[in-house]
């Protein structure tokens, strides 16, 4: 999964470039930055890598989210469907524009249950937002039918399926709004970073001064924008972007890595009876940064966790159903509303509703699930000792 494993002297010669003139920013300073604009070369090779008009590079992924829902309108009152196993920067960005989380059942895609989704449609709901989590995809066809009979937005939070496709195109650029994340532990990192990506020229205008204190970047300098709307300070660095670039040139050469690696350790666990696999809705399309496995009961689940652990193979191996940052069952300080600033009503409301939610659905999936992070950097014979360490384990557990 992480791009940080194979940074190198590409990403030096990059950083290098923009210390060199000590231009650290992304605007402005036109005469002293000597033709380096990092930020745009990026939003350029992101556009071009995976085919979306416009890109629009913040200072995480979680201000991506943000970003894409204040340029799609989405704020206060809005409903937006978001599954109950994603990063808790999916609904951080909710709230903080004002809109209502509403948390709904994932399937064994791992994502978005699209008759969970239709059931919690409300005269409120203004967008659906699908989590392409572990590097694979939410069933799109489904989800986009849905957002068109209801006439929804559909923001893709892609922010772990960098590189990732479904039925051809890009996972990130297929609904009205897309995210990545570049974050440290992403497929590429810039760092920190993130950006937007959309095919609608006004929500990218909007983008583009929202994360930049509203500026319209149409006067002769900085001091001569316009503020057509209230904005804030999400942009990148170029210190940042710089990073970024020289990952991205590095992209498919990672993803050819993970895919290769991702089979090799999936064809020893495909041996074990009762071991399954998670649904992908566009196997061609998974870019392979997770391998997501099911056994089949929780005591199962939780036996192989503890025989891992013991054999002291656990690192890179996920339980999210136990875990803080994922998945509903953990996330405490949003069911009991514990918010530094006050929360408006409809908010409140629907979080303390999370308190009574079942997500039996979810649960029955999440507490057999275990994802395998795919590092770059395993060799053929390493690969074959986890696998063969995978196949003792769990065959020491289950007996
Ligand atoms: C990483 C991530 C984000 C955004 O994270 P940042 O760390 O703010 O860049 C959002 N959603 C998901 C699903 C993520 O994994």
Known sequence: MPGFEFFGEEEKKEVNEVLETGILMRYGFDGPRKGIWKSKELEQAICSRFGTKYAQLTSSGTAALTTAMASL????????????FTFVASFEAVLSVGAVPILVDIDSSLTLAPAAVEAAITPKTKCIMPVHMCGSMADLDALKAICDKHNLLLLEDACQSIGGTYKGKKLGTIGHAGTFSFDFVKTITCGEGGVVMTNDESVYTKADAYTDHGHDHLGV?????????????????????????????KLDQFLAIQKKNNHILKSYLEKVPGISFRTVPDPEGDSASFLTWFLPTEAATIKVIEAMKAAGILAGNFYWYANNWHYIKKWEHLKKVQSLSHLNEAQQKAL??????????????????ISTAISLTWTESQLHEKGTAFLNVIAKALS
């Open 221 to 249: 300098d900085r001091g001569a924008d316009l503020h057509p709307f209230l904005g804030y300070n999400f942009r990148i660095s170029e210190l940042h972007a710089a990073v970024g670039l020289a990952q991205i040139r």
């Open 73 to 84: 309108g989405i704020g206060a009152g809005d409903e937006v469907i978001m599954p109950a």
């Open 352 to 369: 303390q509703a999370l308190n009574t939610k079942s997500f039996d659905q979810s649960d029955a999936i999440m507490s057999r699930c």
